[in-house]
């Protein structure tokens, strides 16, 4: 009796403050979206990583091009690390909400990590007239057999890190609509690798006190 004396209209002003507060509350349930996955904050992110690793690379191997490969190594290859690094978690985020995907225009990073592959200096300019190890060493007044052993180690680990350098450039590809991050790290992929590339023949003529090149 009590219920049906109330008027309709005083119902409906109790049920829906009721229903107003419980989609609040639903909405203030619901987890924000993960850092990566929102394009600003992750182009933000991506372009810090890309330029302050690509002036990291050229300063880092302007330092290392006499120092010990060791020591060169993982120099050069830490920005690298970072970049691959951030790119897995913002795959990880973007496959596990279903965040929407980059653009297809970044796959000119890999593009443009190419042509610096391609086109970027790895052959000091002493021994561009070289062809191959034994005249390296008859530049050098070395012509001997130790020096011929060391000059054919220098330009295999040159020419082989040149060739890792290109495929893994190459392999990024499947991560361009996942994370933008992953591929604009082929420009510090591309960077490392030819001044890793490099490094090996500045070493070579360093140890024979070759210098000007």
């Not at 005249?135 to 220098?154: G, H, R």
């Not at 295999?156 to 990024?172: D, E, N, Q, R």
């Not at 090996?200 to 090149?213: A, C, E, K, P």
Request: one cysteine or more.
């Amino acid at each position: 009796m009590l219920l049906a004396e109330i008027p309709p209209l005083c119902v409906a002003k109790v049920v829906t403050p009721l229903r107003a507060s419980n989609s609040s509350a639903t909405q203030a349930q619901q987890p924000a979206p993960p850092f990566l996955t929102l394009p600003f904050q992750a182009g933000v992110t991506a372009w810090i990583i890309v330029f302050v690793g690509v002036v990291y690379e050229l300063i880092a191997g302007i330092v290392t091009q006499t120092a010990p490969t060791a020591v060169t190594i993982p120099i050069l290859a830490l920005p690298v690390a970072i970049g691959l690094i951030f790119a897995i978690i913002q795959l990880y985020q973007v496959r596990s909400t279903n965040a929407e995907r980059s653009n297809w225009w970044h796959l000119s990073a890999i593009v443009v990590g190419l042509l610096i592959w391609q086109f970027w200096p790895v052959t000091p300019s002493a021994l561009l007239p070289v062809h191959n190890a034994h005249d390296a060493c008859v530049f050098m007044f070395t012509a001997t057999p130790a020096c011929i052993a060391q000059a054919k180690s220098a330009f295999f680990a040159s020419h082989l890190t040149w060739w890792i350098t290109g495929g893994l450039i190459v392999a990024l590809i499947p991560l361009v609509r996942y994370s933008k991050i992953g591929a604009w790290t082929a420009l510090l992929i591309a960077f490392a690798g030819c001044q890793l590339s490099s490094h090996f023949l500045q070493l070579l003529l360093h140890n024979y006190h070759v210098t000007g090149f």
